[in-house]
Nanobody, 123 residues
Framework: QVQLVESGGGLVQAGGSLRLSCAAS????????MGWFRQAPGKEGEFVAI???????DFADSVKGRFTISRDNAKNTVYLQMNSLTPDDTAVYYC?????????????????WGQGTQVTVSS
């Protein structure tokens, strides 16, 4: 069965960095785009980043220039490198499998989700 397991969250001071990992199993990882979303307390979930099956990334405006996304198809893992973190980045971060190889920023276009990893940025 499809499984997505995030790791790497934690508590960091503003200006710091974290790298999240999402280990995938149960499907041909290289055939799918993968995305990261986040949900802060009391707010709706929002798109953060996506990487296509071919390795092309895209980002939400709020994280452009600070976050990078990458994938290692040999390890079935997608990464989210987060730099220059601010308290506004505090949220539970989820990785998700896009239903196809191409981009989508809509949560409904992702069919499998991980359990999430908490990122807390202190001021």
């Amino acid at each position: 069965q499809v499984q997505l397991v995030e790791s790497g969250g934690g508590l960091v001071q503003a200006g710091g960095s974290l790298r999240l990992s999402c280990a995938a199993s149960g499907f041909t990882f290289s055939n799918y785009a993968m995305g990261w979303f986040r949900q802060a307390p009391g707010k709706e979930g929002e798109f953060v980043a996506i990487i296509s099956a071919g390795g092309i990334p895209d980002f939400a405006d709020s994280v452009k220039g600070r976050f990078t996304i990458s994938r290692d198809n040999a390890k079935n893992t997608v990464y989210l490198q987060m730099n220059s973190l601010t308290p506004d980045d505090t949220a539970v971060y989820y990785c998700a499998r896009r239903r196809s190889r191409s981009y989508s920023y809509a949560q409904g276009e992702y069919d499998y989700w991980g359990q999430g990893t908490q990122v807390t940025v202190s001021s």
